[in-house]
């Protein structure tokens, strides 16, 4: 088993420009979850999703949207990124409390 | 809201030695606990849980914890620290449905010198 996986590892934007991160899991986990790390903040939610097709927000979900079409995959779009949207993306997925995390998505917008 | 707070941000403790990383919440509905450990440019790796139980837990790589609900503490502790322990950590809680987002701490960086 892969576990929870992410795609890209690295990314850099230009300010405006969009782009869409994926993560997949293949332990037929229900729960899915995007955060973000920065230096000294440890990890805030941005979206979550408790199944296929539904989404909800979490602590920091500006500028940020996400889709859930398939329970293995969960999307993040930045439709417009910003400098403050640089950050260390994290995914991880559920079944009941423990949490699983893929190894994560550098973005460097400027 | 839930809450954690880490008190230290960076602990440097020499090679052997015991180290206690500190983690206290606030929730005013039944929590799980976690400890996270994040090593230089990976993911996040389980270390140990609380959910429910003996407030003794064991977690891998020799770490325990001890839950103290009249606290409100759930402190990491190591009785003999490696070169590899050198890694961030991170506490975390979860709202008693599960299905909610973790709540983390701000990290405690561990160093450990020779």
């Known amino acids: 088993n892969a576990g929870v996986t992410q795609t890209p590892k690295f990314r850099v934007l230009k300010t405006g420009q969009s782009m869409t991160l994926l993560c997949a899991q293949d332990?037929?986990?229900?729960?899915m979850y995007w955060y973000r790390q920065d230096p000294g903040m440890g990890l805030r939610l941005i979206h979550y999703?408790?199944?296929?097709?539904?989404?909800a927000k979490g602590e920091v979900p500006d500028g940020y949207n996400v889709s859930r079409l398939k329970k293995q995959n969960f999307l993040l779009g930045l439709e417009s990124a910003a400098p403050s949207q640089t950050s260390v993306y994290f995914c991880a997925s559920s079944y009941v409390r423990e949490q699983f995390f893929g190894p994560g998505t550098r973005l460097t917008v400027l | 809201a839930q809450s954690v707070t880490q008190l230290d941000s960076q602990v440097p403790v020499f090679e052997e030695a015991p180290v206690e990383l500190r983690c206290n919440y606030s929730?005013?509905?039944?929590?799980?606990l976690f400890w996270y450990v994040q090593y230089p440019n990976q993911g996040l790796q389980l270390l140990l849980k609380y959910l429910s139980g003996s407030t003794l837990v064991k977690g891998i790589n020799g770490f325990e914890a001890e839950f103290n609900k009249s606290q409100t503490s759930f402190h990491l502790r190591k009785p003999s620290v490696h070169i590899s322990d050198t890694a961030e950590y991170f506490c975390?809680?979860?709202?008693?449905?599960?299905?909610?987002?973790?709540?983390f701490g701000k990290g405690t960086h561990l160093i450990i010198q020779p």
């Open positions: 975390a809680t979860l709202p008693g449905g599960g299905a909610d987002g973790l709540t």
């Open positions: 332990m037929n986990h229900e729960y």
């Open positions: 929730s005013s509905v039944s929590v799980y």
């Open positions: 999703s408790v199944g296929e097709g539904t989404t």
